[in-house]
């Protein structure tokens, strides 16, 4: 299944199957563990980013995070490399 990341209105991000199904990702809370499973190194183990830790705050996490979601908007991903995309369209396709 090949996915691509969207904006979404008024905010957050979408991840568009390309069989149509959405999962939309609203909280900003979550862009740090989005981010992680697109890709994006986490400066530790023992954050996932949504907790402060010795290198950053939550604040720079999820600015860090969204940093990272903007320069992947409209680029199509492969599903297979991210496994961990899967997950977030179960339960109808939010979080
Ligand atoms: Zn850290």
New binding site residues.
Partial sequence: MAFTLKAAQPVGYDLVAEDGRIARIRTDMDYPELARDLGMQ???A??YGSDD????SVDQHIYNAIQFLDGLLDEEFEGDEYPAIEYYFVDGGTL
Avoid at 53 to 56: G, I, K, R
Wanted: hydrophobic residues 20%; contains cysteine; aromatic residues 0%.
């Fill in positions: 986490v400066c530790c023992e954050s830790c010795e290198h950053a």
